[in-house]
């Protein structure tokens, strides 16, 4: 399967694979690490656990020689992955980390029966706008005022499995009178 422009991009950036397991107890130092080092307003460790115990909520790890490069926290819902937290380590960056990460994502999509993948972006992290952009989501929405810390809009971007081919057009006013054809035999008798 093909995702966003991943087969572009093995040419522009180095790839280093990683494994992509579930998150463990024993994870959390080297995730709180990469959250810190990744956000103004980070999560701190009860956020993170609060999350994983609910029984939708799923994290996992990228993990590289022993290290942990990025994590991703997602809620299962009926017809959606629902990412509420994605950082890939510093060290790690520019390095198809996130793109992997993405990648089996969309792959538990047709797994689980889902159909879209769903986040919100900080308006000002437009980092992670072109990021997610490039890897196929969309911006669908705005939601004013979203974030509790800084009152900042967040982008509400979308991957759908299987993409409407439906154009909504705008209306435009039509003159019905336009939209009448003369009558051919009509015209040729008048001349």
Known sequence: MSFGNSSRDQYNQPR??????????????EVLEIERKSFEFSWTEEDFLC?????????MVAERQERIAGFMI???LKSQLHVLNFA???WARRQNVGTQMIEKLVNKLSQQRRQEICLEVRETNLAAQLFFRKQGLQAHNVLRGHYEDTEEDAYVMRYQLYPSDEVILPFVPRNRIAD???DNDSDAEAA
Do not use: F, K
């Not at 999350?51 to 994290?59: A, D, E, S, V």
């Open 16 to 29: 280093c694979d990683v494994q992509i397991r579930w998150m463990i107890r024993r994870d959390m130092p």
């Open 180 to 182: 009448v054809e003369p």
């Open 51 to 59: 999350c994983l115990r609910q029984r939708n909520c799923i994290g």
């Open 74 to 76: 997602y809620e299962l």
């Open 88 to 90: 890939v380590a510093p």
